[in-house]
């Protein structure tokens, strides 16, 4: 298996603009998670999904951020309008069974607003 | 709150060291433990993967243990080597925590020549 696909690996965009992170988890697996790390807050969750369903959001820092995932092989995380403080690492992991066999993570993708 | 937290911050030793990292969570019940190493610029690799059930796991020249009741696992690398220098984060699935993984702070390992 490829592991969790993300793309695009790095992002710049200009303040106001829409942006969409992509994401590809393992194939099998039914939990998926996006995940945010800054150099102040480390590694955060904003979301996570158990098939195809989104269970807990209570991580999304504010109605910017808005995330989807349409069937089992791929997700979005789309932050509109993006603000400088927006700029960070976004992680997206996979797992099946978590408690059994715990999380595979991405590459990530290194936002920038600026 | 559940929290985990990693002990030192960072750590710089030379190479061929035996070293342990530490890491300290709230609530003893948990699923499992996972260890991942982080190179700069770079993703999160799994390194480890200790059930509840477990008391420890080895792979290569790394051990990790886990003590559910203290609240505390630890992190041994044997004969440590440049290349092993990286952040390594310790996170923790709580039984109470809905599938959450929750991460500490990370220690950066700088591994001298």
């Known amino acids: 298996d490829a ?3 993300q793309s695009p690996r790095h992002e710049v965009t ?5 942006v969409t992170l992509r994401c590809k988890p393992i194939s099998g697996h039914d939990y998926l998670f996006w995940y945010r790390q800054t150099m102040m807050r480390g590694l955060e969750l904003l979301i996570y999904f158990n098939n195809n369903v989104p269970i807990d959001d209570s991580g999304m820092p ?20 993006s603000e400088p403080r927006d700029s960070a690492v976004y992680f997206c992991a996979s797992s099946f069974r978590t408690s059994d066999y715990g999380y ?3 590459s990530g993708t290194r936002l920038t607003v600026v | 709150k559940q929290e985990v937290t990693q002990i030192p911050a960072a750590l710089s030793v030379p190479e061929g060291e035996n070293l342990v990292l530490n890491c300290s969570f709230t609530d003893s019940a948990i699923y499992n433990l996972q260890w991942f190493r982080q190179d700069p610029g770079k993703g999160l690799t799994s390194l480890l993967l200790i059930q ?4 420890e796991q080895t792979s290569g020249r790394l ?7 203290s609240g505390r696992s630890t992190l041994y690398i044997a004969a440590s080597q440049p290349g092993d220098s990286a952040t390594y984060l310790c996170a923790v699935i709580y039984v109470q925590g ?3 993984l929750v991460f ?9 020549p």
Request: proline share 4%; net charge positive; charged share 20%.
């Open chain 2, 63 to 69: 051990n990790a243990s886990l003590d559910k009741s």
């Open chain 2, 52 to 55: 509840s059930s477990q008391r």
């Open chain 2, 104 to 112: 500490g702070q990370g220690t950066r390992l700088t591994i001298n």
């Open chain 1, 14 to 18: 200009e303040m106001g603009q829409e």
């Open chain 1, 104 to 106: 595979t993570f991405g």
């Open chain 1, 62 to 81: 504010e109605d910017r951020f808005s995330a989807k995932m349409p069937n089992a092989s791929f997700s979005t995380l789309k932050i509109q309008p």
């Open chain 1, 3 to 5: 592991g969790v696909i």
């Open chain 2, 98 to 100: 809905a599938q959450k």
